[in-house]
């Protein structure tokens, strides 16, 4: 085959997609007619699945033409030359935003001490999937885009053995297809199928299941592959240059071309129209973009189609192209590092120009010396591996101070302030993982006075049944034994701010993460403005059982409502759109937030309903992250905290409305503060913090059953 500058040409494309993407050149759908549509590039992650088919049919290319030359497939050396390729410039990107955190990001410390180990062997992936980190939502990780290269290195380090086995047996190309086909049909089958997934299956509900399934089939190895196989089909049946003779004259085919373009531009219409949150995207979509990446590849390699070989051959694509390792590696934490929370226009005018330069240092002075041997050839020298040898420990010095010694801060790059989907575990309920009590700065705990065996006797309302009884056992009340439990119900806000609690609060309040993530307190319909949301509540059904199953496992004395995100918006149930603030939107929350604090307080807990903060929601860079404007209305926000404070005064025996901090409302530095809040909407343990100061002596003045208290795990 020859090196063939188009392939380079369509890596260029493909990282041109996925860095406008992460840019923020997006749109998450359609705005209303008469609104201007902007430029965007919803789908431009589908830039990585043009990356796969090429991959696939590339290696499948160079083993078949070496296995045809020599007989045989030398693993050693292709392991080699994939080691050289890809880990140098890897570990150097890994080393360089370790110094970076360190220096001036320490919010991405707690991240890099779990992410490094997972992205040195190619894990990255079945990290995110089994820690249930939602990939299109939450706080951006500095490696969390190394998923794509853990997908490629299974298929570098699986493959060759295989088709040996395979080639050993029948030489003969054609007779691989039996075996590719079928498994590239079973990885399709396999994405539709966990998307599909039935929920007691899963094991998860609800809209855990809706983030669940999303993440299996977007990021595990098994149904990702296919791209991969579709290019490896590709190569085994297809070698044009094969077909001319050595120093003939190709004959041009516009057929070959116009097919080549017309799959290119369907590439490129996918990435413009299609989002993560797309059904069609997982039925389908991503196999059609793999078929079209096919056809593009087809077209580019085949001597005859001008046309594409001049459009993606050129000096200027494939010089782009050969840097795409670099650039996709370093474009990620550029943008979600030193520009985290930065605008398009910054990451477009500053980010795109920095990843430019530092991944061609990679490439001249990392990537080329290691590739082509040179560096090598130096290193045969003592002066040299000695030099090497101390950049090398120092290196590993660097990595290990971030694994080893990483303070235990989450941030705006904290897998806690993702508020991912983590259900209640034995762990969390150990006690015996609460902070041990110095006795210099001990709380002690308060006697437990109780009122047992009295009663209270209510008046009789004017006009009412005097034959009725009204008198009632009084509940038996204790002041707060310290630490005191709390769960944090509602949806993502709620599990940023438990599982951010700073440590210090567990000598007063133990907060357990009780979130749902994505879900409100509806059950039906779907949330609709101005940028159409498409969150479905049908996946949150049973949102007030599973808020008091969780309650009742956590043996809670207090239930903390954390609400807003999801009940800023106009509800579409279909037939008719119930608007925010309408009278018929009031009554509908009022009652179905009744019927949650029902769940709870059947539980035995009481239920506090913390306020609803002003948001500043904004585009994090990371995927799935938009901003949407009904979050930043303040007078949105404060009509739900009108409407909670109704529903706390009608029982106030029961549910009690805990006021804010009001500084997300009066101050704008800090509103706005990516540090306290990473997305202008889910706190990280700075912002955390703050609402924990507001609302912690007000959560310990709400008088507790007795009952409920001797239920508290004990050391």
């Not at 120009?353 to 240092?361: D, K, M, R």
Request: glycine fraction near 8%.
């Amino acid at each position: 085959m020859g090196y063939q500058p188009s392939l380079d040409g369509l890596r260029a494309l493909s990282v041109a997609l996925v860095i406008l993407y992460h840019a923020g050149v997006v749109h998450n759908a359609a705005l209303p007619s008469g609104v201007p549509k902007p430029w965007f590039f919803n789908g431009g992650f589908l830039g990585v699945e043009v990356f796969f088919v090429v991959s696939g049919y590339l290696i499948t290319t160079l083993l078949l033409e070496e296995r045809e030359r020599t007989g045989t497939i030398a693993l050693g050396k292709f392991w080699g030359r994939r080691f050289r390729r890809l880990i140098p410039a890897l570990w150097v990107m890994i080393v360089v935003a370790s110094v970076w955190a360190m220096v001036w990001g320490r919010a991405y410390l707690s991240d890099l001490r779990h992410d490094i180990p997972f992205a040195v062997s190619y894990t990255s992936n079945f990290q995110q999937l089994f820690r249930k980190v939602s990939y299109f939502e939450g706080v951006p990780h500095l490696l969390r885009h190394l998923w794509s290269l853990a997908v490629e290195e299974h298929f570098y380090l699986l493959f060759p053995p295989l088709l040996m086995l395979v080639l050993r047996r029948s030489p003969e190309r054609r007779r691989l297809l039996g075996l590719v086909l079928p498994a590239a049909i079973a990885s399709v089958v396999a994405l539709v199928i966990v998307w599909h997934r039935p929920v007691e299956r899963l094991g998860e509900t609800g809209a855990q299941l809706d983030d669940l399934r999303q993440n299996w089939a977007y990021l595990s190895t098994v149904t990702r592959v296919g791209g991969i196989l579709i290019g490896v089909g590709l190569a085994i049946v297809w070698s044009p240059w094969r077909r001319h003779a050595q120093g003939a004259e190709p004959v041009r085919s516009a057929r070959v071309d116009a097919l080549g373009l017309l799959a290119t531009a369907g590439v490129v219409v996918a990435s413009l129209v299609l989002s993560n949150e797309s059904a069609f995207l997982y039925r389908g979509g991503l196999t059609a973009v793999s078929v079209l990446s096919a056809i593009a590849i087809a077209a580019s390699v085949h001597p005859g189609a001008c046309a594409m070989r001049a459009l993606f051959g050129n000096r200027v694509m494939a010089a782009i192209g050969r840097r795409s390792y670099g650039l996709y590696i370093w474009h990620w934490p550029i943008f979600v590092g030193p520009l985290e929370g930065r605008s398009t226009l910054v990451r477009l005018a500053i980010g795109i120009p920095a990843t430019a330069l530092v991944s061609e240092l990679c490439y001249r002075f990392v990537e080329t010396p290691v590739r082509t041997g040179w560096l090598l050839s130096r290193l045969r020298r003592r002066a040299a591996l000695t030099t090497v040898g101390s950049v090398l420990a120092l290196s590993a010095l660097v990595v290990a101070l971030v694994v080893v010694r990483a303070p235990g801060v989450g941030g705006p790059g904290g897998a806690a302030a993702a508020g991912a989907d983590t259900e209640i575990t034995d762990d969390a309920l150990d006690p015996e993982t609460e902070l041990e009590t110095d006795t210099d700065t001990a709380v002690s705990e308060p006697p437990e006075p109780t009122t047992s065996g009295a009663t209270q006797t209510t008046s009789v309302p004017a006009g009412s049944d005097p034959t009725v009884s009204t008198t009632e056992p009084a509940p038996t009340t204790t002041l707060p034994a310290l630490p005191r439990r709390v769960i944090a119900v509602g949806d993502s806000t709620a599990g940023a701010f438990a599982r951010n609690a700073p440590r210090n609060v567990r000598k007063t309040l133990r907060f357990v993460d009780g979130q749902l993530s994505g879900c409100s307190i509806n059950s039906r319909g779907v949330a609709v403005g101005v940028r159409k949301t498409g969150r479905d509540f049908r996946v949150c059904k049973n949102w007030a059982n599973r808020w008091a199953t969780k309650a009742s496992k956590a043996a809670a004395e207090i239930a903390l409502v954390v609400l807003g995100a999801w009940d800023v918006f106009d509800i579409d149930y279909g037939k008719d759109t119930v608007v925010f603030a309408s009278s018929e939107f009031n009554s509908t929350f009022k009652s179905n937030l009744r019927s949650g604090i029902d769940a709870l307080i059947a539980t035995g807990a009481k239920v506090a309903l913390l306020e609803v903060p002003c948001y500043r929601p904004h585009f994090t860079g990371g995927p799935g992250t938009f901003e949407f404007p009904e979050r930043g209305d303040d007078a949105r926000t404060r009509r739900l905290n009108d409407l909670l404070r109704e529903v706390a005064a009608a029982d106030p025996a029961n549910v009690t409305f805990i006021n804010g901090p009001q500084v997300w409302c009066t101050d704008e530095k800090v509103a706005k503060n990516w540090w306290l809040r990473y997305d202008g909407v889910h706190y990280t343990p700075q912002g955390a913090q703050i609402v924990y100061d507001a609302i912690k002596d007000q959560l310990l003045a709400i008088p507790v059953d007795a009952a409920q208290h001797a239920k508290r795990p004990r050391k």
